[in-house]
DNA sequence: TTTCATGCAAAACATTTGCAAGTCT
DNA sequence: AGACTTGCAAATGTTTTGCATGAAA
């Protein structure tokens, strides 16, 4: 994608950082893909694509990423993180299958707005919000009868 | 509280586990603190009581209780996991300030129902959630101009 | 050339685990 | 007695870091 190449350059030269090899390998390989990614799975991915950026780069870019907003990490629990890039993308949140790890996209304008109303009446100034529910996709439910006897969950949390 | 002990109790039982002295000052420390602790915070509070339970024997329980329900696990971020316990607690969702770290509890039942209905939408089986709004709280948010100056956030998003 | 980035390996963390000795039932 | 627990230390898995070398501006 050409508009990630032009903000992160923007937000290389905004930083006074310089845009290396790695760094252009690393972010097109984050851009050409649609999953959701471990820190891992991208360096292994460079490293069939022939750039061997070590895991270290592959860290500290991703942070560097992360914080130009360029991607967004997603904490599935566990110490795992997953990451996507965010340009072209719709905001959304994410439902975790604890089974099979498929990760689902939903959107909630509605539930967007109330915490705007949460936030609001503790005068808390939201810089980033994290919505996952945690659970079996349609698929894996079949394979877990209670899971699919559990009644109304609301009540229930790991937040 | 004495309800948290029957359940205890109970839990230990249905699970053929046997209830020793270290099991019982966790959960007491656990029961009798009303803010949210990490592992090792609990570790250094049995300490203090008197009660040198290993660091390994805290986490043991600690994941014993998470499964049992009787203590809810809250992943701040960076490996960080906080806990809580649930009895006597409703369900409720957390802020957490990007700054002091403060933790600021909060209730949408509204959020709720729209979690179920994007889950049925899904026929996702939600076995439990994590709701976290990151930013700064009121106080510190007075020290962050920036923070305060940031427009409608709702379209951000660390999910 | 000056500054920043990289790779490597060591370090840092938080949590888990194997195992022998100790405790609960 | 028998089964489960504990503590210890070693192991784990992931991410970060110090430092010398190499690349970009």
């Given at each position: 994608?050409k508009?990630?190449?032009?903000?992160?350059?923007?937000?290389?030269?905004?930083?006074?950082?310089?845009?290396?090899?790695?760094?252009?390998?690393?972010l097109?390989?984050?851009?050409?893909?649609?999953?959701?990614?471990?820190a891992?799975?991208?360096?292994?991915?460079?490293?069939?694509?022939?750039?061997?950026?070590?895991?270290?780069?592959?860290?500290?870019?991703?942070?560097?990423?992360?914080?130009?907003?360029?991607?967004q990490?997603?904490?599935v629990?566990?110490g795992?993180?997953?990451?996507?890039?965010?340009?072209?993308h719709?905001?959304?949140?994410?439902m975790v299958?604890?089974?099979?790890?498929?990760?689902?996209?939903?959107?909630?304008?509605?539930?967007?707005?109330?915490?705007?109303?949460?936030?609001?009446?503790?005068r808390?100034?939201?810089?980033?919000?994290?919505?996952?529910?945690f659970?079996?996709?349609?698929?894996?439910?079949?394979?877990?009868?209670?899971?699919?006897?559990?009644?109304?969950?609301?009540?229930?949390?790991?937040?």
């Amino acid at each position: 994608m050409k508009r990630a190449r032009e903000k992160f350059q923007a937000l290389l030269k905004r930083n006074g950082l310089k845009l290396t090899k790695q760094r252009i390998a690393l972010l097109d390989a984050v851009y050409a893909t649609h999953r959701h990614f471990s820190a891992e799975d991208l360096h292994r991915d460079l490293q069939k694509l022939g750039h061997s950026v070590s895991v270290a780069t592959v860290y500290r870019s991703l942070n560097l990423l992360v914080e130009g907003g360029l991607v967004q990490g997603l904490d599935v629990g566990k110490g795992r993180v997953l990451y996507e890039h965010t340009l072209g993308h719709e905001h959304h949140d994410h439902m975790v299958c604890l089974d099979c790890g498929k990760i689902t996209e939903f959107q909630s304008p509605e539930i967007e707005e109330l915490q705007d109303v949460a936030a609001r009446a503790h005068r808390f100034v939201t810089v980033s919000h994290s919505l996952k529910l945690f659970g079996y996709c349609s698929h894996c439910a079949k394979k877990h009868p209670i899971a699919e006897e559990r009644p109304a969950p609301n009540t229930r949390s790991g937040a």
